[in-house]
């Protein structure tokens, strides 16, 4: 019976343990997780016709968003997307999808936009899309791009760049007006939620150059041309726009397993080493009293 009794609490420890250090492991590795399960695949062949199956069923409903976390991401494992282009920010690495419409869906997989019928280098052109406390998820380093910084839109011939000049802007959630055009001007307008969603960061550029992206020295020959633009920005991102599918984090997952077993099966040795040598103890006492 004391044996049964002591496998039982060995037992119920390991697995109070285990599942205890699984869930703090849990917490290093879920943004692993969620870049794998927001990946999209980008294949610029396909923009133009994307364009043209998305414009009469997107949908623009940002007061339909939920917050975004692992869990909301997991029923858009293997989801059909349809990229319209490529929104690039060199200076704190964001790099989405361009998705028609602001449902749930497009700004937890992308940078969905905000109005019908955008063009790219043309009006202002309006994207939206999550929050994340992690910089490398969707617009999580949003309020990091400041004044001169890149910001880069593609479809299947050219890039757009634009030059931002408004950033770290906190709006009222019900400002519509951000994505109006403006007389005379050519804007880009990125928008995202504050923590907790009580207010919106947005950040706008200027449209400066279009590059094409059949002719890499014809790029370069125009990007030379103007004064304080990060030429060798651009001509990187031009070099690196092939699609790098990212890898299941099996490692990651494998690691916190391994030491959450390790950890439980430690403190069960520890405890283990406890009742043996109480057991010795309570056996001299009982041998001394004979």
């Not at 998305?54 to 339909?64: K, Y």
């Not at 202002?124 to 490398?136: I, M």
């Not at 439980?264 to 040795?269: M, R, S, T, Y």
């Amino acid at each position: 019976m004391k044996k049964f009794l002591n496998t039982l609490i060995n037992t119920f420890i390991f697995l109070l343990i285990l599942v205890g250090s699984l869930l703090v492991g849990w917490h290093f590795i879920q943004e692993n997780v969620m870049l794998y399960l927001s990946q999209v695949e980008i294949i610029p062949e396909e923009f133009e016709t994307n364009l043209i199956e998305t414009e009469e069923t997107a949908i623009f409903d940002w007061d339909a968003v939920i917050e975004l976390d692992w869990q909301g991401l997991l029923p858009y494992v293997n989801y059909e997307v349809s990229p319209i282009g490529e929104l690039i920010v060199p200076s704190v690495e964001i790099r989405l999808p361009i998705l028609q419409g602001t449902s749930n869906v497009n700004v937890s997989l992308g940078a969905g936009t905000m109005e019908p019928d955008l063009v790219m280098g043309q009006g202002n052109f309006s994207l939206a899309s999550h929050w994340h406390p992690n910089p490398r998820i969707t617009f999580g380093s949003l309020d990091q791009i400041r004044a001169g910084d890149l910001i880069i839109l593609r479809d299947a011939d050219y890039l757009y760049i634009y030059e931002t000049f408004i950033y770290d802007y906190i709006i009222n959630p019900y400002r519509v007006d951000i994505t109006d055009y403006v007389e005379g001007k050519i804007y880009v307008t990125l928008m995202t939620c504050t923590p907790g969603g009580r207010q919106r960061v947005m950040v706008r550029g200027e449209f400066i150059i279009q590059i094409p992206l059949s002719d890499l020295a014809a790029a370069e020959a125009m990007l030379a041309e103007l004064e304080g633009l990060e030429a060798e920005s651009v001509i990187d991102v031009i070099e690196t726009l092939e699609y790098t599918e990212i890898p299941f984090p099996l490692v990651d997952i494998t690691l916190a397993v391994g030491i959450s077993l390790m950890l439980a099966a430690l403190v069960v040795w520890i405890s283990n080493r406890g009742f043996k040598r109480k057991n010795d103890k309570d056996s001299k006492v009982i041998k001394n009293d004979l």
